[in-house]
């Protein structure tokens, strides 16, 4: 067996290529203590696409399948990054091999397929984890951190969207995105994360109402080849039927005050929109995902006339910037990939078994992709019953 950490990522699409660098990065970020890790081989159906990403990061090989990657013994870590209906027979097969599995989210397309992976899971001696990859944004951690040390205190009031614009053009290419049951489209691509955040703020989720699931471009053009990601592929004259949400909304009680959440792919103009507004004892916090290393936060101090937002940029003194960017300098900026080589660095940690003396938090277990999709799962079936409240 060679030495270190054998790497695969299988998917060479938009988002495996963000974890096919990530891992190439990941042992680069703060302190050398983690074992070599060797980027072995990424998997695609697509030779083409696996092929140009494997050169592109430096992996030693392409496969064409996950069986491939399942059966390789110089192989210990794998990420799946395919379309969320393909999540359960890759991750269960590898799970079966010993690989360990990051898996991106949500954790399936079906709430049942994600509750037998987590039994899967945890009937394996290997690790499984989700990639909620805003569970270390530097912004999202810091006004956790102001609500659980007091500072701003308990939530009241959560008001967040994820707006997204890749399905707004009805002659975007058909692709998985609008395969499945209603709740697997925008729900489910990035309302996953946005209810992940909300939760990872406000605590656990009681109950949800007012689920609303639309789709308003009712078909799409079939594309004449391979789409990638949200790309604008050639399309053929013939049409297919787009068969979940363009959009999606609801409110929602949480353990700590309560919440509205409205997701779209259909919102010109927001490429990648993720905002929201927390409202606590204390004051305020607002964040938007295009400066992620930054908040606004508003105290309840001082007379009204003289009170209001203030910016706050995050420096290297966060705990999970220290030491870990290679110029670890005041705004020296941290966007949404270095959030996947942070995602990898845990990952890989954990799997290592090297104390993160930089307390990045682990990736989120398989029960809480579970959990995650069961709010997603309540949403559709308020939706179904013209918004009706649905505990959890
Ligand atoms: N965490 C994030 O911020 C984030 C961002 C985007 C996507 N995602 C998630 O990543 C996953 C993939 O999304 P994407 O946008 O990269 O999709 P994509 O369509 O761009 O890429 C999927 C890739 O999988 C390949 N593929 C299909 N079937 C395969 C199989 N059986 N074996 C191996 N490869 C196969 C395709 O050829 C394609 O290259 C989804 O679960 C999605 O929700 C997460």
């Known amino acids: 067996m060679p030495e270190g950490i054998g790497v695969a990522v299988i998917g060479a699409g938009m988002a495996g290529k963000a974890h096919a660098s990530a891992y190439r990065t990941a042992p680069t970020l703060f302190k050398p203590t983690l074992p070599p890790v060797r980027l072995v081989s990424i998997g695609d159906i697509n030779p083409e696409f696996g092929s140009a990403a494997a050169r592109r990061f430096g992996y030693e090989r392409t496969d064409s399948s996950w069986q491939a990657i399942a059966e390789a013994d110089d192989i210990d870590v794998v990420s799946v990054v395919i379309a969320n209906s393909l999540h359960r027979e890759a991750v269960d097969g590898l799970l079966a091999a010993g690989k360990h599995v990051l898996c991106e989210k949500p954790l399936s397309?079906?709430?049942?397929?994600?509750?037998?992976?987590?039994?899967?899971?945890?009937?394996?001696?290997?690790?499984?984890?989700?990639?909620?990859?805003?569970?270390?944004?530097?912004?999202?951690?810091?006004?956790?951190?102001?609500?659980?040390?007091?500072?701003?205190?308990?939530?009241?009031?959560?008001?967040?969207?994820?707006?997204?614009?890749?399905?707004?053009?009805?002659?975007?290419?058909?692709?998985?995105?609008?395969?499945?049951?209603?709740?697997?489209?925008?729900?489910?691509?990035?309302?996953?994360?946005?209810?992940?955040?909300?939760?990872?703020?406000?605590?656990?989720?009681?109950?949800?109402?007012?689920?609303?699931?639309?789709?308003?471009?009712?078909?799409?053009?079939?594309?004449?080849?391979?789409?990638?990601?949200?790309?604008?592929?050639?399309?053929?004259?013939?049409?297919?039927?787009?068969?979940?949400?363009?959009?999606?909304?609801?409110?929602?009680?949480?353990?700590?005050?309560?919440?509205?959440?409205?997701?779209?792919?259909?919102?010109?103009?927001?490429?990648?929109?993720?905002?929201?507004?927390?409202?606590?004892?204390?004051?305020?916090?607002?964040?938007?995902?295009?400066?992620?290393?930054?908040?606004e936060l508003f105290l309840n101090e001082g007379p009204s006339s003289r009170n209001g937002y203030r910016q706050v940029v995050l420096g290297p003194e966060h705990p999970y910037l220290s030491g870990g960017l290679a110029m670890d300098a005041p705004s020296t900026g941290f966007g949404q990939n270095e959030a996947f080589a942070y995602q990898a660095r845990s990952f890989l940690d954990e799997v290592a078994g090297v104390d993160a003396a930089e307390a990045l938090p682990v990736c989120a277990s398989f029960d809480e992709g579970v959990h995650n999709m069961e709010m997603l799962a309540a949403v559709a079936e308020s939706a179904r019953a013209d918004g009706k409240k649905v505990s959890l």
């Open 109 to 295: 397309d079906n709430l049942d397929d994600s509750r037998a992976m987590a039994a899967t899971a945890a009937a394996s001696s290997a690790i499984a984890r989700v990639g909620f990859t805003f569970r270390r944004t530097p912004g999202i951690a810091y006004i956790r951190e102001l609500i659980q040390s007091g500072v701003l205190g308990k939530v009241l009031h959560f008001s967040g969207r994820y707006w997204t614009d890749y399905a707004s053009d009805p002659q975007a290419p058909m692709s998985w995105r609008y395969q499945g049951a209603a709740g697997s489209g925008a729900l489910s691509d990035v309302g996953s994360h946005l209810s992940y955040i909300a939760e990872f703020l406000s605590g656990s989720t009681v109950s949800v109402q007012g689920g609303q699931l639309s789709t308003t471009i009712g078909s799409r053009p079939k594309p004449l080849g391979a789409v990638m990601g949200h790309d604008h592929a050639e399309v053929s004259d013939e049409y297919a039927d787009v068969e979940n949400d363009d959009y999606a909304a609801f409110s929602a009680e949480f353990e700590h005050g309560v919440g509205a959440l409205e997701v779209s792919r259909v919102a010109a103009g927001h490429a990648n929109s993720l905002n929201f507004e927390v409202f606590c004892e204390n004051g305020a916090a607002r964040f938007d995902q295009r400066r992620p290393a930054e908040i």
